[in-house]
């Protein structure tokens, strides 16, 4: 039996991100750029008007006070998206709009509501107040500079990202391919949600839960057929999943029951098995192989065990392969609001509920077999063997979401 980390390097070891593909911004939430990103201009572009107002040449209002107005000359007028702001001659200022360029010579823009117009002379404009050189001016090149890094490789794009990327004027971006993934499940007692449940049957969960979790990760799930406890079936299933996916994730199968397969099918098709069993619970049964290129995950068919040594030992492996410079789930720390009681001989990963204030309490059963628990918890606390946390202990929560 090897160490979760032991593990999780023996599986990452070697792993390279697959090929690169360009996808246009809209598809491109969620995955991670191949390539580092400089801006190819300014940002913004130009100087431009923070406000509707008025654009002026600061040192004409220096002296200006409500005791003293100044009164300038109104010439011209820029909207945003005006291409010839013109140019501001001494002692006069222009009529201006948010996001337009300044015209020539103006070095600031005084808000519309900070000065008076007299009907009686609608070419003047009266100030009752100075104001400092670009006041009022977003610069050219003050948010991102041209040629500047916007973003780097291996950085997962999020909406902010994206939003970054069309400012920048990009159509398109260069990002890791998506890793196929393929889901069987094993097990006689397997029956399809949505069909009449015969007596000693379960429902299979797994394949929707890692599904999930997969596309979480970023990975294309593949949901296969259900797989009985057969050597032949299993090993053809393994087979056509092989060929289609880059991953293929069974649950169920993989321990040391005489109608457990999967371990014997993988390599009867050739597949290495590069080490199965990891000191944690929940988790144990679970191996770990290669198939040319491409990735075994034997995972336990135990509902809590599948979806915990999939997002302890899959979820790196499918962010690597997409080059992610982050492979770790998050992490928050929390003050426990309850006991944490690990009496067993391995790291216990517990279902916790991590609240917005920071506390933390047990979901409930710790079984493995326990769908409710699991579906309340947002995380995991890695419990060391025999080991209990006492309330008030900081603890570091594993997020899941
Ligand atoms: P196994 O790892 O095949 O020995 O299965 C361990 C336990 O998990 C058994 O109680 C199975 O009935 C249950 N189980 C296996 N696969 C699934 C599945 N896909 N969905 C729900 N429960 C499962
Ligand atoms: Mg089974």
């Known amino acids: 039996m090897i160490s979760l980390e032991e593990a999780q390097e023996r599986i990452l070891a070697g792993l390279e991100p697959l090929p690169a593909e360009q996808v246009p911004l809209q598809l491109a939430v ?10 190819p201009l300014d940002l913004p572009p130009a100087d431009n008007s ?64 900070d000065v008076k117009c007299e ?91 890692l599904s999930a979790m997969a596309q979480a990760a970023g990975a294309s799930p593949r949901l296969y057929p259900l797989v009985a406890d057969d050597l032949v079936l299993t090993k053809n299933a393994l087979q056509t999943a092989f060929q289609e996916c880059d991953v293929v994730v069974t649950s169920g199968g993989v321990s040391v029951g005489e109608m457990d397969w999967v371990r014997q099918a993988f390599t009867g098709m050739g597949g290495q098995l590069d080490f199965w069993s990891v000191a944690i619970k929940p988790g144990k049964p679970f191996a770990f192989g290669r198939h040319g290129g491409k990735l075994l995950f034997g995972l336990p068919g135990n509902p809590v065990s599948a979806l915990v040594a999939f997002f302890l030992l899959a979820r790196p492996a499918l962010l690597r392969l997409q080059g992610a410079s982050q492979t770790q789930p998050p992490i928050s720390r929390g003050i426990l609001a309850g006991p944490l009681a690990n009496r067993g001989p391995r790291r216990h990963f517990m279902r916790v509920i991590l609240d917005n204030d920071g506390r933390v309490r047990s979901a409930g059963s710790q079984a493995s077999h326990f769908l409710s628990s699991m579906a309340r918890a947002n995380g995991l606390v890695d419990v060391p063997p025999g080991q209990t946390f006492p309330i008030g202990t900081v603890v570091t929560v594993l997020r899941w979401n």
């Open 119 to 209: 009907e009686s002379e609608p070419a003047a404009v009266i100030f009752e107040e100075s104001v400092r050189p670009f006041e009022n001016v977003r610069l050219r090149g003050e948010d991102v500079r041209k040629g500047a890094l916007l973003l780097a490789a291996g950085e997962q794009l999020t909406a902010q990202r994206l939003s970054l990327l069309a400012g920048a004027g990009l159509a398109s971006v260069s990002v890791r391919r998506r890793p196929q993934l393929g889901l069987l499940a094993t097990g006689d007692e397997l029956c399809e949600p949505g069909r009449a449940l015969a007596p000693g049957m379960i429902y299979e969960s797994n394949r929707i839960g």
């Open 30 to 39: 969620g995955h991670y750029l191949a390539s580092p990103v400089d801006s």
């Open 50 to 113: 923070a406000m509707d107002g008025y654009a002026v040449r600061a040192a004409d209002l220096a002296s200006a006070s409500p005791e003293k107005p100044i009164s300038l000359r109104l010439s011209g007028r820029t909207a945003a998206g005006s291409t010839s702001p013109g140019s501001l001659d001494p002692g006069a200022c222009g009529r201006i709009f948010t996001g337009a360029m300044l015209p020539g010579g103006a070095d600031a823009v005084v808000m519309q509501e």
